[in-house]
Structure formats: C-alpha cells, structure tokens
C-alpha cells in the first residue's frame, strides 16, 4: 500500500502540469472509440463512467482557468483538487476496465460488479490520499486517529450491512456460483443476474427477482445446477403397489421415460427399486436434461404420462394407509355394458358373430386409457392386440416423416389385420386427446376359433375383401378384384397363428 501511494505522489507534477490535459484528450477519444465499436455490455458500462470522470476533469480544469485573479485560494485548491481527482479517477476506471475486458476473453464467466467496485474504490482511496494530504495539507496521522473511534461507531450501526458486504467478498473468492448460473439457495431457485455488495439476485421461473443477503447465502447450502455446464440429472421419488413386480414397473416406467422429448437419451435415465415404506414400495427415477429451467416441465410430463401408463398396467398407487378394494365387473366397467355392445356391433369384424359370441367377445376386452400424445402403436413392430375406439380422438401415421393418413373416433377399430396375420404394424397411431380404447388380445381371439372353427373363414374372407378393396382404392381402379386367393392367404395364416386345423 505504501508503495503504491508513493508512486501516485511521484504523479503529483505530470497532474499539475498541461501535459495531462493532453493526455486526457487522447484517452477520452480512445474510450469513446473503444465503446462504440465493443457490444460487450459491462465494457461499455466501464468505459461510459471513464468517460464521465474525464469529462468532469475538462469541466474542473476549465473551471480553474475561469476563475478571476480575486478568488480565494481555498476555493481554486478545491477546484485544483476536483480536476485532479477526476483526471486519476477516469485513469484508474479506464485502466481496470480493460484489465477485466482481458479476463472475460480468457474466461466466459461474467465478472461480478461487487468485485469490480472493490478494486475501483480501493484504487479510488490509495489515489486520493497523497493528493489530498499534499494540495490541502491534510494531517492524516490525527485523521486515522479520529477515524479510529469513528469506525467503531459506524462498524456497530452498519453491522449487518458490513457482514453482508464481507461475505459477498468471500463468496467471490471461493466463486460457488456466477452471473448466469442456475442455483438453489433454501426454497429459491433460479439463475444468477447480479451479485452485488449487500445481495445475491436471482430470477426465479416464475419470472419473479429474489434478493438474497450475502450474509445469509453464505451460512447455506448452495445448489449450483449449471456447473461445468454438463446435462443435469434430477431425482423424483414415486410409491406403487407391493403387488407388482419390480422388474415390472422399471420397463413401464422407462419407456415413458423414452418417449418424453425433453430427457436426455445419454446419459442414460435410470430407474430404481429405492425402499420398502409402510404400504408401498418406493422408486427413484433419475433424469437428464441439458438445461436446469426444463427440468420441471420434464417432471410434469413424467407424472402426467406415467398416470395413463400406470393404469393401463394395472399397477396401483396405493393410498397411505390400509385399504379394502371389492373389485367387481370386467375390467372395461368405465364403459356401460350398453355401450360396448353397441360399439362391437357397429365393427364388421365382428358382424360375422352371433350373440353368444359377442358376450364371450364382452368379457374378453380391456379398456386401456392412453393420454394425449402418446403412442398406441408404432409402425413395424409386432402386432399382438386390437383396439376399439371408446372415447377421445386417434391419429395414423405413416411414414419416415410420420404424416397423418387419417383421424379415428368412437367406435373405430384397429390393428386386428397384423393381430391376425402376424404380419409388423402398417402405420403409427397417437394420442390426438385423452382417449379411452378397448383392447382384445390374441389370446381372445384363439378362445374364439376353438370354440367356432368355422368362425376363422369368415374373418379371412371378410379381411381378403377389406384388403383387395384398399388396394384397388389405392391403384385407382375401377374394376372388381377377386379377393378368394387373398383369402386362402389370410386363411392360412390364420391356421399357422392360432393352431387351427380342419
């Protein structure tokens, strides 16, 4: 420190002298120059207060020159002293200015304005005591003496304020967070816009600015969610029914985690068997995702998306305390009985049964609940159920570029040729709304042909005639195509599917 005032007061004669005014010419035109041309934002703030002390320091030494021969002495030494204190301010801030411009390009973390004002005002303060000690013949030693007691008063009326300003520095020099991170500090979390002399400021998702005391981030557990600047992983906890396999639950919960766009595919998203609680069992799942700020939107799809999964599983959420559940009915009972006759007569497929076989039909299907957007079918995997549309809206898509053929609504059905031919899924069908769909499986459907052989002739038949007809729709021809070898084909297929012989 002494050495460093010792060198300002060897700047005492080139101050006094003309040569600065020169020399503060040139650096204003440099510093307006070098601000015009940067659009680095807290460079230009850094050179506009350069700027201004050398513009005071013009008006100060104009000022000096102005005064007539009859104005006291006191009075030109304070203007004497302004101009010279505005000339080594405008240096200093010009000098520190581009010192930090050089660290930024070295770094891409932002520089915290608390930092850069202690170096300013501790630089302002070493510069402006040898000038005041020599131009006002201050008595510095009887000064700190007075400042000694007065320290103490102010230390103890600004104890807070101090505290926060001490550990805004310590906070700085350990560097746990910066300007632009994504932190959480107690219940707030948000990313960094300023780290000031008394608070932390942040800028929560809500879009709401929070104020942290230094005082207080610093006796907390600080939460930095973009250091590094790696993919972020986030830990959600969920309970479900003892009943179900484990295994089961990790590959449901897994393929909704593969379907859910915002979660990283790499690292992979885990899903494990994490406590036995008092009426369930307890799984971890941990995502990725490449940004923190999207990491709730992720959780609300997961939570949303595991619901429908979850119940087209049968896998229950069970409440916190012992229950009794008296199930009865068939499993598509959110569905009147009324309604599902109606629904099945209304398909040709099963046009061809009678009464009997329609109520063996009732019993046999499922309702299954799929949310919007998700996906019932995909294109080219293998085919083992048929869907009847109960409720909402379904799109098919086909594809590379996936695009739409065709909406389907209540009372449509699909997938029953790849269900019972074997032959991979045709096109893709989603979710357009939350939708309700009844689902008959091959097993179903092998109950059928054992009870009714003749039954698998008048489905191949039917399927033959529904295919010839398409194709003929599609090659625009007008003439009639005989489906009897098309039906032969499907028969047989049939035959080697479902074991049927005769």
């Keep these: 420190m002494e050495r460093l005032g010792q060198s300002f007061r060897a700047l005492l004669p080139f101050l006094q002298s003309n040569v600065s005014l020169v020399v503060g010419v040139v650096l204003a035109l440099l510093l307006a120059g070098a601000r015009a041309l940067s659009a680095d934002k807290d460079f230009r703030r850094d050179l506009l207060g350069a700027f201004r002390f050398l513009l005071a320091f013009f008006v100060f030494r104009i000022a000096a020159w102005a005064l007539p021969s009859t104005t006291p002495e006191s009075a030109q030494k304070l203007v004497q002293v302004a101009w010279m204190l505005a000339f080594t301010f405008g240096f200093i801030r010009a000098g520190v200015s581009v010192t930090l411009k050089i660290i930024r390009l070295r770094s891409p973390a932002g520089t915290p304005k608390i930092l850069r004002d202690v170096i300013d005002f501790t ?35 600004l104890q807070e304020t101090l505290g926060n300003l001490f550990a805004g520095l310590s906070l700085q020099l350990e560097r746990p967070y910066q300007v632009g991170d994504f932190i959480r500090i107690g219940e707030h979390s948000g990313r960094v816009v300023q780290i000031g002399w008394r608070a932390t400021r942040i800028s929560t998702f809500r879009c709401e600015s929070v104020t942290l005391p230094n005082s207080m981030v610093a006796k907390e557990v600080v939460r930095n969610f973009s250091y590094g600047y790696v993919p972020i992983g986030v830990d959600i906890f969920i309970g479900l029914s003892r009943d179900t396999p484990p295994n089961t639950v990790k590959a449901a919960v897994l393929d909704v985690l593969d379907e859910i766009p915002l979660i990283l595919k790499t690292p992979v998203p885990q899903c494990r068997t994490w406590a036995y609680d008092g009426s369930s069992i307890r799984y971890q799942i941990r995502y990725w995702v490449s940004d923190f700020s999207q990491a709730d939107n992720a959780m609300e799809q997961i939570y949303t998306q595991l619901w429908y999964r979850l119940r087209r599983e049968r896998i229950e959420i069970p409440y916190p305390q012992q229950t009794v559940h008296l199930r009865q009915g068939m499993d598509h009972a959110e569905v009147s009985q009324e309604t599902v006759r109606d629904l099945l007569k209304a398909v040709d497929l099963f046009s061809v049964l009678d009464d009997s076989e329609l109520h063996q039909v009732h019993q046999d299907l499922v309702a299954r609940r799929f949310g919007k957007g998700e996906t019932i079918i995909q294109e080219g995997d293998a085919g083992h159920t048929f869907y009847l549309v109960a409720s909402g809206e379904v799109s098919v898509r086909t594809g590379k570029a996936q695009l739409e053929v065709t909406r389907l609504q209540r009372g449509s059905s699909l997938g029953e040729m790849s269900l019972l031919t074997g032959e991979p899924r045709a096109a893709t069908v989603v979710a357009v709304e939350d939708s309700l769909l009844l689902e008959l499986d091959r097993p179903a459907f092998a109950r059928m042909f054992a009870s009714n052989p003749g039954l698998a002739h008048r489905l191949s038949a039917l399927l033959a005639q529904r295919r010839t007809q398409l194709r003929a729709v599609a090659a625009n021809s007008s003439g009639s195509v005989d489906p009897t070898p098309e039906a032969g084909r499907i028969l047989d297929r049939l035959r080697h599917i479902f074991g049927i012989t005769g």
């Design 123 to 157: 630089l302002y303060g070493l510069a402006a005591l040898p000038i005041l000690q020599s131009q006002l013949d201050l008595n510095l030693g009887g000064l700190l003496a007075t400042s000694a007691v007065l320290s103490v008063v102010i230390g103890l009326a």
